[in-house]
């Protein structure tokens, strides 16, 4: 596992994460357009369990059983602490400052801009738990504060029960159980519990199927062999039954089609792997990060400038649409929508590509060092 470590980078599947992360945008993005009212994108936030299937998969594949000693635990999880903490800590206080200055506005306007503040997805009683990435770990019924945090949340607690099992002797074996726990789970309290209660088990389910599928990449990549690459066209099809299941309410399916997609792409054999190795959509990968965390500070944003220059030009910003009586974004035209929900893709992207230059990257590349200082690895001995 140490040679397939060093001799593979999986851009193919850097290039599906980033537009994975657009397709939660547009799931977000909420706006009156023909856009909207595309089940591929009311479905959107079945990408997210692509991401946790990535995770466990690319995690194996970086560390493997590299997890030894004390400090290779240490190191490890102060390296994905810093991959997940800097940006997560800055669009929460953007988003405390953001409420702040609803508050505010209610203040200098008479009456209430939006919800009241500090309640709902913005309850004060969250925001600790917010700050010690803990919000998702089953506390709330609810995702709340910069919603898309949720699952920044359990990456977290699935790299502390990796760290765990790294203490086992049986890693594959560890694997199996865990993914069967979380598939037992989310077939019986899949449908049951709330978004906030079932967060855990979701991402523990998708995290160990990838952890499965490296595995089993890793086994064919020992004996010299590699799934072909007329495979890849089978993606469009995993992708339209990935929203099916999910539209027909069988949360157990989408990851296992997930599972297979990350599969069939790490080989890299095929046409579409090569046009996804292309520079931009490999870039949109290493963004990835950053467009999905600041996207939602960016709709929440809109939305309360929306409806603020409603309150004070006298429309109605805001409109209910659509069997779930969605609150969506009013738009003179759905063509007018439809244009907003590009210009609105290319603001995520150009923001995020700002946020990962001065805060991501650097905050990972600071935790990294920092690492080092406090777990370093063993030189060699001299001979």
């Known amino acids: 596992m140490a040679e397939i470590r060093r001799s593979l980078r ?35 936030d079945i990408a997210v369990d692509f991401f946790f299937v990535l995770s466990g998969f690319v995690i194996t594949h970086a560390y493997g059983e590299a997890l030894v000693e004390g400090a290779d635990r240490v190191r490890f999880l102060i390296r994905r602490f810093g ?7 800055a669009t929460l206080a953007v988003v405390l400052l953001m409420e702040l200055a609803r508050w505010g506005a209610g ?14 997805d913005t309850d004060l009683v969250a925001l600790p738990a917010n700050v010690v990435l803990i919000h998702a770990w089953g506390l709330f019924r609810d995702f709340t504060w910069n ?24 890693p594959l074996l560890s694997a199996l159980v865990l993914a069967a726990i979380g598939f037992g789970l989310t077939l019986w309290l ?3 519990l709330t978004e906030g209660q079932s967060a855990l088990m979701r991402g523990l389910y998708g995290f160990f199927l990838g952890v499965l599928a490296y595995r089993l990449f890793a086994a064919l990549h020992e004996r010299g062999q590699t799934l072909p690459g007329w495979l890849e066209w089978t993606a469009p099809l995993l992708l339209v ?23 069939i792409f790490a080989a890299q054999a ?13 870039y949109l990968g290493e963004i990835s990060y950053s467009i999905y965390l600041v996207h939602y500070v960016l709709v929440l944003a809109i939305f309360g400038g929306g409806v603020a220059l409603g309150a004070v030009l006298g429309f109605d910003a805001i ?15 759905l063509w007018v929508g439809d244009l907003a929900a590009v210009a609105f893709l290319a603001l995520t992207i150009g923001v995020a590509s700002l946020t990962y230059r001065w805060i991501e990257d650097p905050g990972r590349r600071w935790f990294n060092q920092w690492s080092n200082k406090v777990a370093p690895k063993p030189q060699p001995a001299l001979g």
């Open 107 to 120: 203040n200098v306007l008479g009456h209430p801009v939006g919800p009241p503040v500090f309640s709902g």
């Open 270 to 282: 095929g046409p579409i792997s090569r046009l996804m190795r292309h520079r931009i959509l490999t």
């Open 147 to 170: 919603i898309p945090s949720w699952s920044i949340s359990v990456e977290w607690a699935l790299c502390l029960v990796y760290v765990l099992l790294s203490f086992g002797r049986r």
């Open 241 to 263: 039954f990935t929203v099916l299941f999910k539209r027909w309410h069988l949360p157990v399916i989408p990851p296992l089609l997930f599972a297979a997609m990350v599969l």
């Open 190 to 192: 899949g449908t049951v």
């Open 319 to 333: 409109v209910e649409r659509g069997p779930f009586n969605a609150q969506l974004i009013n738009m003179p035209g």
């Open 83 to 89: 991959r997940l903490y800097p940006l997560h800590i």
């Open 10 to 44: 999986f851009e193919a599947l850097d290039s599906w994460r980033g537009l994975c992360a657009l397709w939660v945008v547009l799931y977000h993005f909420r706006a009156l357009s023909h856009v909207y009212d595309w089940t591929w994108v009311r479905t959107g």
